[in-house]
């Protein structure tokens, strides 16, 4: 994505940008991952996190046809924001587990008085 793309339609030069996902922790770039989706009971899908790729996609701004790419980098050289997503999860994932935890430890303190 180092050079200019131009739209296989009009032939007008494509701008850079990429699309929203909007997430209960705000927006976000898309991401690309390979394979079937698996479902995951915490995080929605189970991720391969090392493949996962954040997708840029260009856009003709005479006819709007848009074209997606899935590169580790943007052509600004801004690194993506696919990590830190996946990241995102699974620090929530860790404070879900970390609540439970406290949960059960007050319910066995309970417990614990009400047995005496
Ligand atoms: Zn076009």
Known sequence: MSKAVECIRCHAQMEVGYLLDATHSGYQQQNWSPGEPKPSFWMGLKLAKDQVLPVTTLKC???????????????????????????????????????LVALMILLGVVFLIRAK
């Open 61 to 99: 701004p005479r006819c709007g046809y848009l074209e997606s790419y899935a590169i580790p980098q943007s052509q600004d050289g801004v690194l993506a924001s696919g990590r830190s997503s996946s990241q995102r999860q699974s620090l929530a994932a860790v404070l879900i587990g970390l609540g």
